[in-house]
């Protein structure tokens, strides 16, 4: 069985996905990592943006959307919207 560490860090790889040749993750990932809601955690790169690298995050375009969307993965209403924010992705 698989507890602890291992386990954590099986959740947190199942949230990585590879787009534009770059492993990031959804901002709605992140938010919920940090216990936080995804506009917070918008507002708070928006805010603070010279604290975080210029690559930091990227928007998706209405395809991309609509490609995340297909999947599975990403099959919720609202997850991967192009207007949830200027921060839809994280590089890692």
Do not use: C
């Amino acid at each position: 069985m698989t507890t602890g560490r291992g386990s954590k860090l099986s959740r947190l790889e199942a949230r990585i996905q590879t787009i534009r040749g770059e492993s990031v993750m959804l901002d709605d990932d992140l938010a919920a990592i940090y216990g936080v809601a995804t506009r917070v955690l918008n507002q708070a790169v928006r805010r603070n943006r010279e604290r975080f690298p210029e690559d930091f995050a990227f928007q998706l375009s209405k395809e991309e959307v609509a490609a995340l969307r297909s999947q599975t993965v990403i099959s919720k209403a609202g997850r991967a919207s192009e207007n949830v924010g200027m921060q839809d992705l994280t590089p890692l």
